[in-house]
C-alpha cells in the first residue's frame, strides 16, 4: 500500500492535492503532526486535518510527532483520524495510549524513531494494529533514506510475523522507487512518501509506480 504525505503538497492548493490523491492509487493519506518539541519542526494542527477529512476519500493516516500525546487522542479522533500513530519515545505508558487510541475507535500505530532497536517493541506488538518505522530522523521531508533501516525491518518483519501476523509494518522517510522496492522486499506493508510523489512532474503516476515496485 501507498501513502502520500501531506507534508510535502502545496498547502495554497491543498484542496487540489488531496482530489489528486483521491483519484490516484493510494490506499491512505498520511498527516504528519509536528509540535515543535518532540521534533525540531512544526507542521499544521486539528483544524487542517479537520478541513481535509471533509475531502479526503482514503483513511486518514495520522502521525503524530509530539510530546505527551495523550492529551490529544480524543480530539484527533473528532477531527477525522481512522489511524492514529504516537511515537514510542513519547510515551512512558505506552499499553494504555494504544489502548485508548482503539477505545476511540481508531486503528492503533507505533511509531520508532531510527536509534530505537526494534526489539522494544516485542511486549507492545500483540496490541497494535500498525507499526511505523522511521527511515530518517523525524521532523522533515526530503530527507536521505538511512541504509541501515532495511536490515531493522528485515528483523522487524519476523517479530511481527511470529508475534502479531495482522499487524501491518508502514515505513516512512526516503521514499522513493529504488529504496521502495526494497522495502517491500525486506517485508514492509505500507510505504509513506513525500517529495517523491508531490514533487514529481505526474505525481499520480508517482503513486501507481511506487504500488507496482
Ligand atoms: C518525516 C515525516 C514523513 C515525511 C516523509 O518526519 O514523518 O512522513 O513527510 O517525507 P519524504 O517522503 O519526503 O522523506
Ligand atoms: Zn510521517
Known amino acids: 500500500m501507498i501513502a502520500p504525505s501531506l507534508l510535502a503538497a502545496n498547502f495554497l492548493q491543498l484542496g487540489d492535492e488531496i482530489r489528486m490523491v483521491n483519484t490516484s492509487s493510494a490506499d491512505w493519506i498520511h498527516c504528519d503532526i509536528m509540535d515543535g518539541h518532540f521534533v525540531p519542526n512544526i507542521s499544521f494542527g486539528l483544524p487542517v486535518v479537520e478541513q481535509i477529512k471533509k475531502i479526503a476519500e482514503k483513511p486518514m493516516d ?5 510530546s505527551d500525546p495523550d492529551r490529544f487522542l480524543e480530539r484527533f479522533k473528532e477531527a477525522g483520524a481512522d489511524i492514529l500513530t504516537v511515537h514510542y519515545e513519547t510515551c512512558p505508558h505506552l499499553h494504555r495510549t494504544v489502548g ?8 492503533a500505530g507505533v511509531a520508532i524513531n531510527p536509534h530505537t532497536p526494534v526489539q522494544m517493541l516485542i511486549d507492545i506488538l500483540h496490541d497494535v494494529d500498525l507499526i511505523l518505522l522511521m527511515t530518517v530522523n523525524p521532523g522533515f521531508g526530503g530527507q536521505t533514506f538511512i ?9 522487524l518483519r519476523q517479530m511481527v510475523n511470529t508475534l502479531a501476523p495482522n499487524a501491518l509494518i508502514e515505513v516512512d522517510g526516503g521514499v522513493n522507487l529504488d529504496t521502495g522496492r526494497q522495502l517491500f522486499m525486506a517485508g514492509a506493508d505500507v510505504l509513506v512518501a513525500g517529495n517523491y510523489v508531490f514533487s514529481s512532474e505526474n505525481p499520480i503516476a508517482t503513486i501507481e509506480a511506487l504500488k507496482n515496485c
Open 62 to 66: 495520522v502521525h503524530l510527532m509530539i
Open 147 to 155: 541504509q541501515g533501516s532495511y536490515k531493522r525491518l528485515v528483523t
Open 100 to 107: 485508548a487510541i482503539r477505545e476511540l475507535g481508531m486503528k
